[in-house]
């Protein structure tokens, strides 16, 4: 017998908001997190501006020791962290570093890379023979687990604890392994999300393929357009989103708030064939990574309310709104509405699956649709496939049952979850 | 420099990794890092680091390994210091 999974726990560090209370207004709102940084700038990158976290020196100190912070470099594993902890104290459990080991709760927490700052302070001591110098903080901060390493350990959780890597698609992708884990009776919950950090270095490579927008420096907050006939790149976004999934039947038991209930999804690869390539998806695995979901969450493609996009306002929106009208066979008039996150936090890379499935799920639990903010000006290719009131810009609140959320990563692969409003 | 003096900036290195604060206000010749302060053996590299900064000396691999106790940790200082 298939356990039932639900969501009972929500943490988010994004651009726009830290805490689920801040980000939840702040998607409301449509308030942009992106602002310009001049160390870009200095540093002589095309794209000036990004989406990074506020996060204090206090409000780290609530969350790791001061033994944690000492030579503590890695916004990444700040983020995952403070995501995580959130998410853990969120589904009603605590958090104490002498709590018994808990055999019954895993994560998969993923990253694309981790804590680069710190990898750079070792290769700069490495190259200056003070290797012995890295002392004890630089192989669990630059390990790609490093996440995974320091929350499993500050929860005391004892079933599988791991860091997953999918480039744009991890978050999701995550969501989907655990969903899958907890499914088959594995586990009874797991602390799941991803993380990227606010790092030049992690953001660079992008500048350089032309990829992000440079036309926006002077007006940082409508940088980020995705489906506007000018959008012209995306904007880097950091941060990180954490959720709590658990067996039905161990919510209930445990009277947790339920957010949202996970029907099912799907995770495939282009194996870059048929158009794909390392950068680019193959269309026909996009459509077939949705319309298996569709089939594994056992809904009709009519039923979806509301897909929260991938949308990352390059030229490939278009291309992606095709691949949903495509899968669904729903079109014009008769789409469901449509939302990309990134119009106000930026694209998160490899965060991004887990902080726009967050804001999926409060969708969901509070029933709106948060604005697409700069989308003023609607691709024509998009108004060829969908009638422009699909594309909220101010919020909605409208009822939604079944929200459909879609990653896409390079390395062609694709993830897509169905959501569902959780009814007692 | 003396061996108390060495003691107390010795207790100034060690609080941040400490997890036994019982051990800690106790803390004397005969205090054993990992059983009497709870310190974590990945943070003894830490120590070490610190130790060589304190004290402008430098803490080979041998000396490192028997770096396990405050009282080895003042003889290992007092015979750097006075070899350089």
Known sequence: MKKRVVITGLGVVAPNGVGLKNFTNAIKSGKSGITFHQ??????????????????????LEYLTPLQLRGF???????????????????????DQKSSLDYDSGLIFGAGTSGI?????????????QVRRLGSTSVVQTMASGISAYLGGILGLGNQVTTNSSACTTGTEALLMAFERIKNGKTKRMLVGSSSDSSLYTWGGFDAMRVMTYKHNETPEKGSRP???????????????????????????????????????NINSGGQR??????????EAVQKCITDAILDASISPNEIDLINGHLTATSKDSLEIENWTKALQRKGNNFPLI?????????????????????????????????????????????????????????????????????????????????????? | MTKEEI???????????????????????????????????????????DVEDEFNIIIDNDSMDKMLTIKSVVEIIKEKQSSE
């Not at chain 1, 995306?234 to 038991?253: K, N």
């Not at chain 1, 048929?274 to 269309?283: D, I, P, Q, V």
């Not at chain 2, 941040?16 to 003894?44: C, H, R, V, W």
């Open chain 1, 117 to 129: 700052e710190k990898f750079r302070e070792a290769i700069y001591k490495i190259d200056d023979q």
């Open chain 1, 339 to 424: 939302n990309s996150l990134k119009s106000q936090v930026g694209h998160c890379l490899a965060a991004s699956g887990a902080i726009e499935s967050v804001a999926s799920v409060i969708q969901i639990k509070e029933q709106f649709v948060f604005p697409n903010i700069n989308c003023v000006d609607v691709h024509p290719e998009i108004l060829d496939l969908i009638s422009e009131e699909k594309i909220p810009r101010r919020m909605i609140k409208k009822e939604i049952q079944i929200l459909a959320k879609a990653s896409f990563g390079f390395g062609d692969v694709n993830a897509c979850i169905i959501f569902k409003k959780y009814i007692e």
């Open chain 1, 274 to 283: 048929n158009g794909g390539t390392l950068t680019a998806s193959n269309k």
């Open chain 1, 39 to 60: 160390n870009l700038k200095e540093k002589g990158f095309s794209c000036c501006i990004g989406g990074i976290p506020d996060v204090s020196e206090e409000k780290k």
């Open chain 1, 73 to 95: 470099n890695s916004t990444s594993i700040l983020y995952g962290c403070i995501a995580g902890i959130d998410a853990w104290k969120d589904a009603g459990f605590s958090v």
């Open chain 1, 227 to 265: 489906m506007s006939a000018t959008a012209s790149g995306f904007v880097p976004g950091s941060g990180a989103g954490a959720l709590v999934l658990e067996s039905l039947e161990s919510a209930l038991e445990r009277k947790a708030t339920i957010y949202a209930e996970v029907l099912g999804g």
């Open chain 2, 7 to 49: 003691i107390i900036k010795l207790s100034t290195i060690v609080k941040p990794y400490i997890q036994n604060e019982e051990g800690f206000k106790n803390i004397s010749e005969d205090t054993d890092f990992m059983n009497d302060l709870e310190i974590n053996s990945a943070n003894l590299v830490d120590i070490v680091l």
